[in-house]
């Protein structure tokens, strides 16, 4: 360690402080500040702040209370370079134990048994260089834009829930005019329940916007004290490249978040026989909120170790007139706003379907889309896959309007079957192997490889978490468990595992499997050992089943087979 950052430590030892006093420095103490003046830019003790304020009776001293104050005022240390903790001090060290950037009153009270302590210039060196940092502007830019998108979408939700409730009112009211006086209190008591529920949704679009704002202005704020500093030396730049690589993990971790809340919305159904039923009655029907909650998932209605049981599913047919052949449905996933995304094998199609499952608008690939899945926001990312041509493509397709638009792809040199993603990873499966790429289709690595046969890693889901990988092993009737690191931590099978293909996992942590050659659809524990419960057999309708969903929304399994039609399973 350099002498003069010893000489720092020792001069405070136990007594280094987040401001000292300006006037006691000047005489050689050292002794905490407790007040800041704006004008005099310095900082002063209980003792020294009474002597300034007889002296200057108009400046405005700031005390504890407007601390963080104290760090925008003239003279105090760069933005980009201010310690957070202690806002008087610059960060001018990294500690490679624990991965953070560090002042000198960092090491000296949480640091001083750390092996590793660096000076950021030596760090910093061909920062400039440093592919990440290069790129920095452009995933800057994407994020904020996926941010921007997200706020304005809540917007919209804002409106749309306010049009809603004008519309449920409209029709207690037409309900209100074929009764009596008795119904002035059910009125009042049932708009009562709308507005508190509409009031409660209002405060969660209230909560997302205000956060997309406020990331969206810390990423723009720090790039641009990045860019105005691009001429400056590399341990300023090295430090904003570290803030603002903290800054996307924690906007990355706030889209994730936001991006699996069903859009807000309000139901209303009217009570059977009201009229007959009048005096029994306290409102005019049930309100019911149609998304998920916004502390937590739907799914987490069912606790974690809940076992599935079904009432009931019907069919729906997504055939188009362009169509050549019959639909081979490979790939479900659903968007924000519940509209189901499938890919459809035979006919080269992404197609894409209302809450009602009706097809609404399609959009072409080269050949053979298999895998489908929400990226985040209104996107998703679907797998296209022909040995043949040597094509192996992740298709990243925007839903804008109802319409459906590719934005750009990325090409593998290996198959691409199955995807899924967490975080700011993308996992591709590739028959044989799991690869784990950044979502600019960077290779991070090969996470897991099984070479006994040709569809070892068909399809893979991963739990809300991160932790917990879920793969189906077609070739060997196995469903694989990963952890986050690759290693294997159970292998399941059973009678009914047979040529397993689709795989799913809910947020809440509940596994489900389809079986191409048994025909059926099984649910299995969270880690991958036991069988939980066969939902749906062949005589239920369900035949050669490939993809498999589960709609929060809905509390459905949505299976796709190789006909024209999507079953859809109640399940409770």
Request: proline share 2%; glycine share 6%.
């Amino acid at each position: 360690m350099a002498s003069n950052f010893e000489s720092s430590i020792q001069r405070g030892c136990d007594f280094i402080h987040d401001f000292a006093c300006s006037a006691c420095e000047e005489d050689g103490l050292n002794t905490e500040a407790q007040h800041f003046c704006n004008q005099c830019t310095k900082y002063y003790c209980v003792n020294c702040v009474l002597v300034h304020n007889k002296l200057y009776k108009r400046h405005t001293v700031l005390d504890r209370k407007d601390v963080k104050k104290w760090a925008a005022a003239p003279g105090t240390v760069d933005v980009l370079e201010r310690c957070e903790r202690h806002p008087g001090e610059a960060l001018k060290l990294v500690c490679g134990d624990h991965d953070q950037l560090c002042c000198h009153v960092c090491v000296a009270m949480d640091h001083r048994q750390c092996s590793s302590i660096q000076h950021i210039p030596d760090v910093a060196k061909g920062i400039r260089k440093d592919p990440k940092f290069r790129q920095l502007p452009q995933r800057v830019a994407e994020l904020r834009k996926q941010i921007e998108d997200m706020k304005n979408d809540r917007k919209k939700n804002s409106s749309s829930l306010r049009k809603t409730r004008t519309a449920i009112v409209d029709e207690i009211q037409a309900i209100r005019k074929t009764i009596n006086d008795i119904l002035d209190k059910m009125e009042k008591t049932t708009v009562q329940e709308l507005d508190r529920l509409a009031s409660d949704q209002e405060q969660c679009i209230k909560k997302d916007v205000n956060s997309c704002k406020q990331i969206h202005d810390e990423l723009k704020n720090i790039m641009d004290g990045i860019q105005s500093k691009d001429s400056s030396g590399e341990p300023t730049l090295y430090i904003g490249f570290r803030k603002c690589e903290e800054n996307i993990k924690h906007a990355n971790e706030i889209l994730q978040n936001m991006s699996k809340i069903v859009k807000y919305d309000i139901t209303f159904r009217k009570h059977n026989g009201i009229e007959d039923n009048l005096s029994s009655r306290q409102t005019f029907g049930e309100l019911n909120e149609s998304n998920v909650l916004c502390k937590q998932p739907c799914t987490s209605l069912f606790p974690r170790d809940h076992v599935f049981a079904t009432e009931g599913y019907k069919e729906y047919y997504v055939e188009m007139s362009s169509d050549e052949w019959d639909c081979d449905i490979e790939g479900i996933c659903e968007l924000p706003g519940g509209e189901i995304v499938i890919t459809d094998y035979n006919n080269n199609k992404v197609k894409l379907l209302d809450q009602e499952y009706g097809v609404v608008d399609h959009c072409d690939v080269p050949e053979n889309p298999w895998d489908v899945r929400h990226i985040g926001g209104n996107e998703v990312a679907v797998c296209v896959n022909n040995n043949a041509d040597d094509r192996h493509e992740l298709h990243f397709i925007n839903i804008t309007k109802g319409k459906l638009v590719t934005t750009r792809k990325l090409s593998f040199s290996h198959d691409c079957y199955g995807a899924t993603h967490h975080g700011n990873n993308l996992y591709i499966s590739s028959r044989t192997a799991l690869y784990v790429y950044t979502m600019t289709g960077k290779l991070v690595q090969k996470l897991y490889e099984d070479k006994s046969g040709n569809y070892t890693v068909m399809r893979i889901a991963i739990s809300n978490d991160g932790k917990t990988i879920y793969i189906t092993n077609h070739s060997n009737d196995q469903l694989i468990t990963l952890d986050n690191l690759g290693n294997k931590l159970a292998t399941f099978t059973d009678p009914d595992l047979l040529g397993p293909h689709g795989v799913h996992v809910t947020t809440a942590g509940h596994v489900f499997v389809s079986c191409y050659y048994s025909h059926i659809v099984l649910q299995v524990d969270k880690d991958g050992k036991t069988k939980l419960a066969t939902l749906v057999r062949e005589q239920d309708g369900v035949y050669f089943p490939k993809a498999l969903f589960f709609s929060s929304r809905t509390s459905s399994l949505v299976v796709g087979r190789w006909n024209d039609t999507l079953l859809v399973i109640n399940v409770r």
